[in-house]
């Protein structure tokens, strides 16, 4: 009986360490497989674009070229209006080869009403992203559309705001859930609130029941190859812009971030593995007035936080838990005058002891003001050293790379006809946000219906349920057989 026993445990012993592996190197799609050439990849871009802007006499300088490598791709161009779709050759990052909606038809927005979400109107912005084949949408005037409900995008998608003044505010604001392959460039995106319980179109063919959402600005869920930039975002109910649930492949670039507590979530939580495959770029991004925290707050995944200002926080600027890769090159980092609050990072509700092997890494950053960032783990040391073959271009270029932050031509505070309910609307000076159920909560995420009726990809089992299981199945096995040494073992029983 001995000889089977032992056997049988190698086996399961076996079965389980596969398990393991297989648990702890989840793929998603999108998800590179050198995270560190990606980095190289942006800092060669950037050198490239200002060594060519150096280049220029002091006479040239007021030309197009600006270094910001996003820009100069197609803003030299006089006649880009005509050639809009080469945008989508210009990202850069875990986002480069997002194709939006390139080599689709162009949509033209000339109704900026929002009554029907169930069956949207022709003309309409939300009729235009809920359909099947990639279409560059653009819009006939500046407007202001003021959602009724949550707009659900299909994949392969550009909202190009280019040349008008485009404002989304309202109920729900933007939702990408199991999309790929969209763009979201010069918008306005503000005063989102929670919405949903209701029948909403996510497809020409599909109608489904959602749930309550955030209040998200930009909510992106389960979604890959996701481009957002020269955006300004503020005043929403939750966060700015959230990713979570297995979404990866993201830049968020060039946008402008104001009058805000939690700024930007990356992850869903700490357990959830598929996580572990998320990555973001951040840069060329202006972290602006009135933020308290999250810019961004990480979970699990590989962030690249390259040249942005960093001007106002009151909490923190960049937190994290469970082990998130933190990549930090050439931002400048503006701590406030609070003494309390001077560090740019935090480890969220994690001991010392376990944060110490995380890898956060800070080169070439310019802290002012007394701001300091805590570095850990192989960060400082050989982890990024292909990273840091190329130097990150010093800070002392923030003013320039971020000159535009925001929406081209449009002043970074948002003024206007629009009534700002202050900190009433999802900004508080004591941290807290209002209404809205964030993805720390349990919040009935799959409640909702998602995207083009597709269904949620697989939850990961967890592991330690797993590894439970299969713990508990060995010990009655091993006492059954101690204690019954002539009868069959009760797995060969069922056989």
């Known amino acids: 009986m001995l000889p089977f026993t032992c056997i049988f445990l190698i086996c399961i012993l ?31 871009r950037l050198n490239v674009s200002i060594s060519r802007r150096q280049a220029l006499s002091v006479t040239q300088k007021d030309q197009c070229l600006t270094g910001n490598p996003i820009d100069d791709c197609w803003r030299c161009d006089p006649n880009w209006y005509n050639t809009r779709q080469r945008l989508a050759d210009c990202s850069i ?32 912005l939300r009729y235009a992203v809920i359909q099947d084949e990639p279409l560059w949408i653009i819009f006939s005037t500046n407007m202001v559309i003021k959602l009724k409900h949550e707009l659900i995008f299909n994949s392969y998608k550009t909202v ?12 729900g604001c933007i939702t990408l859930q199991y999309v790929q392959h969209v763009i979201i460039h010069n918008i306005h995106v503000h005063h989102c609130k929670p919405s949903g319980n209701t029948d909403i179109a996510s497809s020409p063919t599909h109608v489904g029941r959602r749930g309550k959402s955030d209040g998200d600005g930009i909510s992106i869920f389960g979604s890959q190859k996701i481009w957002i930039d020269h955006c300004a975002l503020s005043y929403c109910t939750d966060g700015l812009i959230d990713a979570i649930m297995g979404s990866t492949g993201i830049t968020i670039s ?61 909490m923190y600027a960049i937190g994290g838990s469970a082990n998130p890769t933190i990549n930090s090159q050439g931002n400048r980092y503006t701590a406030p005058v609070d003494h309390n609050a001077k560090e740019v990072t935090k480890r969220v509700d994690t001991d010392e002891r376990e944060w110490a092997d995380w890898n956060w890494r800070t080169d070439g950053d310019l802290m002012v003001n007394g701001a300091y960032f805590v570095p850990s783990g192989a960060g400082v040391s050989t982890q990024y050293a292909k990273a840091s ?59 909702m219906i998602f995207g083009s009726a597709a269904p949620p990809p697989p939850t990961p089992p967890p592991l330690t349920s797993m590894a439970s299981t299969f713990l508990s199945l060995l010990i009655i096995f091993v006492l059954f057989s ?14």
């Open 482 to 495: 101690i204690t019954h040494h002539d009868a069959q073992p009760p797995l060969l029983l069922l056989l």
């Open 93 to 124: 990052g875990f986002g480069l080869g997002t194709l939006g909606g390139k080599g689709g038809r162009i949509y033209n927005v000339v109704d900026s009403s929002d009554h029907d979400v169930a069956n949207p109107k022709p003309g309409t």
């Open 14 to 44: 076996g079965s389980l360490s596969s398990f393991a592996r297989a648990a702890f190197n989840l793929s998603l799609p999108h998800q590179h497989p050198d995270p560190e050439s990606v980095v190289h990849d942006v800092q060669r």
């Open 389 to 447: 073959s190329v130097q990150p271009r010093s800070a002392a270029y923030i003013e320039q790379l971020t000159f535009n932050a925001g929406v081209f031509g449009e002043p970074r505070e948002e003024t206007g006809s629009f009534t700002y309910p202050g900190s009433a609307t999802g900004y508080s000076s004591t941290g807290t946000n209002s209404g809205g159920a964030g993805p720390t909560d349990d919040g009935n995420f799959f409640g």
């Open 160 to 171: 190009d705001g280019r040349g008008t003044t485009v404002h989304i505010t309202g109920n």
């Open 254 to 314: 060039n946008s402008y971030f104001s009058h805000h507590n939690e700024v930007m979530l990356l992850g869903h939580n700490d357990r959830y593995l598929a996580d572990s495959g998320m990555q973001v770029t951040i840069a060329f991004n202006h972290f602006g007035e009135a933020l308290v925290q999250r810019m961004p707050r990480c979970r699990l995944g590989y962030i690249h936080v390259v040249n942005n200002d960093f001007t106002a926080w009151e």
